[in-house]
T-cell receptor, first 110, second 113 residues
Framework: DVKVTQSSRYLVKRTGEKVFLECVQD?????MFWYRQDPGLGLRLIYF???????EKGDIPEGYSVSREKKERFSLILESASTNQTSMYLC?????????FGPGTRLTVT | GQQLNQSPQSMFIQEGEDVSMNCTSS?????WLWYKQDPGEGPVLLIA?????ELTSNGRLTAQFGITRKDSFLNISASIPSDVGIYFC?????????????FGKGTKLSVIP
């Protein structure tokens, strides 16, 4: 069974706070991804990583940063949370093609 | 970026009916994937297709990789209430950097018992 865990299912933060979302996979996959999902906009790629300490910007990286210190762990950081970052955040990992998603974190910024 | 046009956007069907949805693009894709997302959960991979013309089944689900490589179809036979959810198609473009996927916006399926 493919397993990927995300640190929280639901999170409420205040504007301006620093927010850490963590993702851990147990499949030894090279590639890890962070998406956000909003109604009507679908899945949008924020950042991805193809190796430890490597990162690439996705389609909407503004306001976010990432960290990958270990192969199994990929963190998404909101340096100063804003209300427009209220969303569902999904982590995924994969090999050559398929991506496997975590359960998601529903983040609300007030 | 590239777009995947997924249709229909939503559908309401009676339990027991068959369902068909599709994904089209103006670009050629190397791989097509189909996911299902239950409310409040992450998408789960249902079927992966790797070559043009391929037809693959997973239980009551059947998906096909279009012969032009620009489309894919998902069929669900004899729908049941637990089929409710959002179905996403995703494709991998030739030469896609670091194995990125392009996603459709989903088909929301409702099943009336």
């Amino acid at each position: 069974d493919v397993k990927v865990t995300q640190s929280s299912r639901y999170l409420v933060k205040r504007t301006g706070e620093k927010v850490f979302l963590e993702c851990v996979q147990d499949m030894d996959h090279e590639n890890m991804f962070w998406y956000r999902q909003d109604p009507g906009l679908g899945l949008r790629l924020i950042y991805f990583s193809y190796d430890v300490k490597m990162k690439e910007k996705g389609d909407i990286p503004e306001g976010y940063s990432v960290s990958r210190e270990k192969k199994e762990r990929f963190s998404l950081i909101l340096e100063s949370a804003s209300t427009n970052q209220t969303s569902m955040y999904l982590c995924a990992h994969g090999g050559l093609v398929e991506q496997y998603f975590g359960p998601g974190t529903r983040l609300t910024v007030t | 970026g590239q777009q995947l046009n997924q249709s229909p956007q939503s559908m309401f069907i009676q339990e027991g009916e068959d369902v068909s949805m599709n994904c089209t693009s103006s670009s050629i894709f190397n791989t097509w994937l189909w996911y299902k997302q239950d409310p409040g959960e992450g998408p789960v991979l249902l079927i992966a297709l790797y070559k043009a013309g391929e037809l693959t089944s997973n239980g009551r689900l059947t998906a096909q990789f279009g012969i032009t490589r620009k489309d894919s179809f998902l069929n669900i036979s004899a729908s049941i209430p637990s089929d409710v959810g959002i179905y996403f198609c995703a494709g991998q473009l030739p030469g896609a950097g670091s194995y990125q996927l392009t996603f459709g916006k989903g088909t929301k399926l409702s099943v009336i018992p």
